[in-house]
């Protein structure tokens, strides 16, 4: 009888652990981003779409860094491209050519799902993101007010205007989007998140209070955009009207003056410059109105990647519009530009 009671005992002993090993064995199996933390996320296991977004990512970044290099180079070396309009296709350059360089780190963000560089480096890397967002809207309503002062009021576009005023204002544009930046990142507690209890440790995410969101819709989205829309609006009736008029005279026969062909060259910089504002609005509105609508991470990222890719399409736009891109780009590439003099060439001469 105590034979059989040790013996039903062991088998029960037996079943008890069969049955709990599968509960050890997934517990044993949950991976932490810092194990020795309470607080730590789970880490996730790498899908295996992990490594073809990684290629992509890789690739983008290679191609939108070359690209805007190109334009860098170009607008920095030749003398004749020393223009106010120039220095804010520039400064966009430089602002898609940071976007480029930051590609890898957001795949791995997306990708890794732990964050292991700390809460300062994620506030720092957060405030950059957003900067390099900001900025590159600011550049683009730069130059919406260029081009509705060139095309609406040409007469006072050379006084209006100038390289001067111009470096001017996008230093003055980038510390007030930098204050804003810096105010927006720390008010919402990126550079530290241990009083936080929404998120775990080794998370990087962008959370921001509902007022915050607001605040941010209107500084950095609807006003913007607003006024870029309104001013090309303007500058598209305004180009409709000219190019009929200059239109009229050629096949009247009567004479061009220089200054007709000036304003045709000036109506096509705006239409090109509008064709760069709205791509990127075409990319920037459905990410702002996503966010604030959607709660789908995927279609975020998608949409993030989208905005991202769109730094690699502005320098096509100028190879496929602007004759003189491709002109300097191949004295860039054959490694011209070394040559003596090579600034003071004239790029808008046809050869």
Same mark, same amino acid.
């Given at each position: 009888?105590?034979?059989?009671?040790?013996?039903?005992?062991?088998?029960?002993?037996?079943?008890?652990? %069969?049955?709990?090993?599968? /509960?050890?064995?997934?517990?044993?199996?949950?991976?932490?981003?810092?194990?020795?933390?309470?607080? !730590?996320?789970?880490?996730? =296991?790498?899908?295996?779409?992990?490594?073809?977004?990684?290629?992509?990512?890789?690739?983008?970044?290679?191609? %939108?860094?070359?690209?805007?290099?190109?334009?860098?180079?170009?607008?920095?070396?030749?003398?004749?491209?020393? %223009?106010?309009?120039?220095? +804010?296709?520039?400064?966009?350059?430089?602002?898609? &050519?940071?976007? *480029?360089?930051?590609?890898?780190?957001?795949? /791995? =963000?997306?990708?890794?799902?732990?964050?292991?560089?700390?809460?300062?480096?994620? @506030?720092?890397?957060?405030?950059?993101?957003?900067?390099?967002?900001?900025?590159?809207?600011?550049?683009?309503?730069?130059?919406?007010?260029?081009?509705? #002062?060139?095309?609406?009021?040409?007469?006072?576009?050379?006084?209006?205007?100038?390289?001067?005023?111009?470096?001017?204002?996008?230093?003055?544009?980038?510390?007030?989007?930098?204050?804003?930046? %810096?105010?927006?990142?720390?008010?919402?507690?990126?550079?530290?998140?241990?009083?936080?209890?929404?998120?775990?440790?080794?998370?990087? &995410?962008?959370?921001?209070?509902?007022?915050?969101?607001?605040?941010?819709? $209107?500084? !950095?989205?609807?006003?913007?955009? /607003? #006024? +870029?829309?309104?001013?090309?609006?303007?500058?598209?009736?305004?180009?409709?009207?000219?190019?009929?008029? $200059?239109?009229?005279? /050629?096949?009247?026969?009567?004479?061009?003056?220089? @200054? !007709?062909?000036?304003?045709?060259?000036?109506?096509?910089?705006?239409?090109?410059? @509008?064709?760069?504002?709205?791509?990127?609005?075409?990319?920037?509105?459905?990410?702002?109105?996503? !966010?604030?609508?959607?709660?789908?991470?995927?279609?975020?990222?998608?949409?993030?990647?989208?905005?991202?890719?769109?730094? *690699?399409?502005?320098?096509?736009?100028?190879?496929?519009?602007?004759?003189?891109?491709?002109?300097?780009?191949?004295?860039?590439?054959?490694?011209?530009?070394?040559?003596?003099?090579?600034?003071?060439?004239?790029?808008?001469?046809?050869?």
């Amino acid at each position: 009888m105590l034979e059989a009671q040790i013996k039903e005992l062991s088998n029960s002993c037996a079943a008890e652990e %069969t049955h709990s090993w599968p /509960m050890r064995q997934r517990i044993m199996e949950t991976q932490y981003c810092f194990p020795d933390i309470n607080s !730590s996320c789970v880490k996730e =296991r790498r899908s295996s779409y992990g490594y073809i977004i990684y290629l992509f990512a890789s690739l983008l970044s290679a191609w %939108t860094v070359f690209l805007n290099l190109l334009v860098i180079i170009s607008i920095s070396h030749f003398k004749k491209l020393h %223009t106010p309009t120039n220095m +804010i296709i520039l400064s966009l350059a430089v602002t898609d &050519l940071l976007v *480029g360089l930051i590609m890898p780190i957001e795949a /791995m =963000r997306l990708i890794e799902k732990c964050w292991y560089f700390g809460d300062t480096f994620c @506030g720092l890397y957060l405030l950059f993101v957003s900067l390099l967002l900001a900025s590159s809207l600011n550049n683009l309503l730069l130059i919406a007010v260029d081009r509705y #002062v060139a095309v609406c009021h040409p007469l006072l576009y050379p006084q209006k205007i100038t390289m001067t005023k111009t470096l001017i204002s996008i230093c003055l544009s980038l510390v007030c989007f930098s204050a804003y930046c %810096t105010a927006l990142v720390i008010n919402n507690g990126h550079f530290d998140s241990s009083h936080r209890t929404d998120v775990c440790y080794g998370q990087c &995410l962008v959370m921001m209070r509902f007022s915050w969101i607001l605040t941010d819709l $209107i500084m !950095s989205f609807i006003f913007p955009c /607003m #006024v +870029i829309i309104m001013l090309y609006l303007r500058i598209f009736r305004v180009v409709h009207q000219q190019v009929k008029v $200059i239109n009229s005279l /050629m096949k009247g026969g009567k004479c061009v003056t220089e @200054g !007709s062909v000036k304003r045709k060259s000036e109506l096509k910089a705006a239409l090109t410059l @509008g064709i760069i504002v709205s791509v990127y609005l075409l990319c920037y509105i459905p990410y702002c109105i996503c !966010s604030l609508t959607v709660n789908s991470s995927t279609t975020l990222n998608v949409l993030m990647w989208t905005l991202h890719a769109n730094s *690699g399409l502005n320098p096509l736009v100028y190879a496929l519009f602007y004759p003189w891109f491709k002109k300097t780009a191949k004295l860039i590439l054959t490694l011209k530009i070394f040559q003596p003099a090579s600034s003071l060439v004239n790029i808008f001469t046809e050869h």
